[in-house]
């Protein structure tokens, strides 16, 4: 198999960070407590871990995530993207959807299919934060949605939500019959409807 549904996704997150202007950068997100600048820093970490994990899916060598400390600026990323990419091609070729791949970051071993679907959900997702932040489209294809959606509702639980230090917000209801990104959005813990304006209460 040589394409895979991450990859249109990764193309779309590069395009919305090269589109963003360093104006934007202390605009907030729907990730909640993160700014525009500290999304890409998250992102950073997280494209850096996984193109080192499909790489070399059964390999000791793997960086903190969360403990990037290089440059965050917008270019840096979009060649990470790139990167990260040309990765996720080289181990779909290799047959890394058959394999196991160490991902002890995120728990421990997992099948290849999977790892690709959590890279798939962390760019959906994080996509959307970042379009919503700067006013960009954000229309990844919604069986990419889908296909995130059942991910995450097969792997997070209750414990996983709320609370200081904790990845995902409380679960934000949306109708079944929504978009499947809305549906996605609100599994993650996001409002669809989120903006960056507050609505005054009776406006």
């Known amino acids: 198999m040589s394409s895979h549904p991450v990859l249109p996704v990764l193309d779309q997150l590069a395009r919305v960070i090269g589109a963003t202007t360093p104006g934007q950068d202390t605009a907030p997100t729907p990730c909640a407590g993160l700014d525009v600048v500290s999304l ?10 996984f193109t080192v994990v499909l790489a070399d899916p059964d390999g000791d060598r793997r960086p903190d995530p969360r403990a990037y400390t290089g440059p965050d600026d917008a270019e ?64 990844p294809d919604p069986a990419a949605s889908e296909q995130a959606h059942a ?25 079944p019959d929504a978009p499947a990104l809305d549906r996605l959005l609100g599994f993650a813990g996001r409002s669809p409807y989120w903006t960056s304006t507050p609505v005054t209460k009776g406006s």
């Open 40 to 49: 890409r820093r998250h992102l950073l970490g997280g494209i850096g871990y």
């Open 76 to 139: 840096v990323l979009v060649a990470a993207i790139g990167e990260l990419s040309a990765a996720v091609r080289a181990a779909l070729a290799d047959g890394v959807e058959a394999v196991s791949v160490r991902v002890p970051a995120l728990g421990g071993t997992f099948p290849g299919d999977e790892v690709l679907r959590m890279l798939l959900a962390e760019a959906v997702v994080h996509g959307w934060d970042l379009a919503r932040a700067t006013g960009q489209a954000w229309q």
């Open 151 to 175: 991910l995450l509702a097969d792997r997070i639980g209750p414990e996983y939500r709320g609370g200081a230090g904790m990845p995902f917000a409380p679960e934000v209801p949306v109708s």
